[in-house]
Nanobody
Framework: QVQLVESGGGLVQAGGSLRLSCAAS????????MGWYRQAPGKQRELVAN???????NYADSVKGRFTISRDNAKNTVYLQMNSLKPEDTAVYYC??????????????WGQGTQVTVSS
């Protein structure tokens, strides 16, 4: 069994910062890409940022320059530092990871989601 457990969401004023964490646990052989998605009410889930095991990073245009994704491979953990938050960043943020429990077979896993609310 594999679990992704998120933490760090909450309520913050516009211009403030939050840091999200997501730790993978369980029977893990290897982790490929790790990332963060978000879903606002009435909207589709969208990619915020992801990071490959080798360190390559992608950001959504809407968060470039404000959000920073990082990972600690030793701890199977991915982080999202969110600065200069805007009300439009309000959403449920989901952690995502491609995890293999045996050599060469990766499956997609999701966290339970953490609410981020930015007040104006």
């Amino acid at each position: 069994q594999v679990q992704l457990v998120e933490s760090g969401g909450g309520l913050v004023q516009a211009g403030g910062s939050l840091r999200l964490s997501c730790a993978a646990s369980g029977s893990i052989f290897s982790i490929g890409v790790m990332g963060w998605y978000r879903q606002a009410p009435g909207k589709q889930r969208e990619l915020v940022a992801n990071i490959l095991s080798g360190g390559s990073i992608n950001y959504a245009d809407s968060v470039k320059g404000r959000f920073t994704i990082s990972r600690d491979n030793a701890k199977n953990t991915v982080y999202l530092q969110m600065n200069s938050l805007k009300p439009e960043d309000t959403a449920v943020y989901y952690c995502n990871a491609a995890i293999s429990r045996t050599w060469g077979s990766y499956h997609n896993y999701w966290g339970q989601g953490t609410q981020v609310t930015v007040s104006s």
